[in-house]
């Protein structure tokens, strides 16, 4: 089956950047959106990104200008650009698909990635 592999989580400084990717294997026929979302502990997981293929990219208001999603289609990954990254980006993040696993493409199905920690620190 499907399965999302993250990676390019870490520690950076306030300021600093940072590339996320999400590679989806397995039986994919067709990836119909890709998104990001994170999590902190005791709080809801929340919507970062998203990039689909008819409306475009839409981002959290407090990332937008700093973050950048972007997708290749050709390799199944989605990637998540973090510039000027501030403490309060300090989360586990976790990419989203949803995913054709026929060649019909008659259902579409949504997977997760591990998620990977980013911390955001002096």
């Known amino acids: 089956q499907v399965q999302l592999v993250e990676s390019g989580g870490g520690l950076v400084q306030p300021g600093g950047s940072l590339r996320l990717s999400c590679a989806a294997s397995?039986?994919?026929?067709?990836?119909?959106?890709m998104a990001w979302y994170r999590q902190v502990p005791g709080k809801q997981r929340e919507l970062v990104a998203t990039i689909d293929e008819n409306t475009g990219t839409d981002y959290k208001d407090s990332v937008r200008g700093r973050f950048t999603v972007s997708r290749d289609d050709a390799k199944k990954t989605v990637y998540l650009q973090m510039n000027n990254l501030k403490s309060e980006d300090t989360a586990v993040y976790y990419c989203?698909?949803?995913?054709?696993?026929?060649?019909?493409?008659?259902?579409?199905?949504?997977?997760w990635g591990q998620g990977t920690q980013v911390t955001v620190s002096s």
């Open positions: 989203n698909m949803r995913i054709s696993v026929t060649i019909q493409l008659s259902r579409a199905y949504e997977y």
């Open positions: 397995g039986t994919v026929f067709k990836v119909w959106t």
